[in-house]
């Protein structure tokens, strides 16, 4: 795959770069006013349809959250509004000014971090130094100013993931799209890793548009939460609870209806009644299996059913 951030680089993933397809790289902000705006866009791979006639508009400075069941094409939409997949101009519009994080931070293990951050700036911002002074600001914005000069393998997980949001920042997009950047990193780092991205995104207020897989991520983040299914946004969501969120009722009846549209069902919990839990298909997470999210990846995960899961495809709830 690319690198993560701008100027977008050709996919290495197997997907025709939109240089060799010769079709149209979404570049231009849409002229209606929005940071994002898709109508009618398809996505084929080869007979495999994955976005389906699909509409999706996001505003100046909104904070929009992704959820879909695994391969339901949350990253062939995020790719594409990247610029990292063709697509006609006339169906899907983002403004040049945009960044993207993916789940590793896809730093290079041979350039100092602040040479990551920079990278793909321009030489003339490099060659007068400014380079290295945005570096080090956008470190300092995340908590890394003391690691400027580190090498990349130094870095904890949660740090490095830090290093790659400097590298968006550093790059003010209008546009930073997320994702499931903190699907690897354990629960507390996930936590501040939620807390540093709400003070960025209300630092510099970019339209976000986070893929994750966890339900409460979503809500704890999100002023809206949509849902990928059949290749269009099946589902939409407000999230009208005021920051910092916190898992009372509506938190609550908001998660269930969401799980409800991932295809999992949930009971409990009820005066302390174990939870029950129909493993979902692969990739949702939910905060009900907290046990798998604290063991890590890859363990199994024995819902109150008895059926067994991969805590991989489970873990990653929050509260
Ligand atoms: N380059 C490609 N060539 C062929 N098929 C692809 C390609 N990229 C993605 N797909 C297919 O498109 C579908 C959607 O993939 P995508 O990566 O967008 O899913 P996703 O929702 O991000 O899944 P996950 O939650 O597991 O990350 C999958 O069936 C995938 O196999
Ligand atoms: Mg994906």
């Known amino acids: 795959m690319a690198s993560t951030t701008a100027p977008l680089p050709v996919s290495s993933n197997g997907v025709s770069s ?8 979404p570049g231009d902000a849409p002229r209606d006013g929005n940071a994002v705006r898709v109508r009618g866009f398809t996505r084929r791979f080869g007979d495999v349809t994955v976005l389906r006639d699909l509409d999706l508009d996001i505003a100046p400075g909104e904070f929009v959250a992704l959820l879909g069941r695994s391969g339901s094409g949350k990253t062939t939409l995020l790719r594409t509004l990247a610029g990292l997949d063709a697509a006609p101009a006339d169906q899907v519009s983002a403004p040049a000014a945009r960044a993207v994080v993916f789940q590793e931070p896809r730093l290079l293990p041979w350039k100092r971090v602040w040479r990551n951050v920079t ?12 380079g290295r002074v945005e ?3 956008a470190l300092e914005e995340v908590g890394l100013g003391h690691r400027v000069d580190a090498w990349p ?8 993931q830090r290093a790659a949001l400097a590298r968006a920042l550093v790059r003010e997009p209008r546009l930073l799209l997320l994702d499931e950047p903190f699907a690897a990193l354990d629960a507390l780092t996930r936590i501040r890793m939620h807390q540093l991205v709400l ?32 290749g269009r946004l099946a589902v939409e969501e407000k999230v009208s609870l005021p920051r910092p969120r916190e898992t009372g009722p ?3 009846a908001l998660r269930r209806r969401l799980l409800g549209h991932l295809g999992v069902e949930q009971a409990g919990p009820r005066d ?3 939870l029950s839990f129909i493993p979902p298909a692969a990739g949702i997470r939910t905060a009900w299996n907290r046990a798998a999210a604290v063991n890590g990846h890859g363990v199994p995960y024995h819902g109150a059913n008895g059926a067994q899961t991969n805590g991989a495809q489970v873990a990653g709830g929050l509260s």
């Open 272 to 274: 302390g009644a174990p």
């Open 119 to 130: 990278l793909g700036l321009g030489r003339g911002r490099l060659k007068s130094g400014l």
């Open 18 to 25: 939109p240089a060799a397809s010769g079709a149209a790289v």
């Open 199 to 230: 003070s960025l995104w209300r630092a510099h207020r970019p339209a976000v548009l986070l893929v994750t897989h966890d339900v409460d991520e979503a809500i704890t983040l999100a002023d809206r939460v949509l849902v990928l299914a059949d």
């Open 250 to 252: 509506e938190f609550q």
């Open 153 to 160: 393998a130094t870095l904890s997980g949660g740090e490095a």
């Open 135 to 137: 570096a080090a600001t």
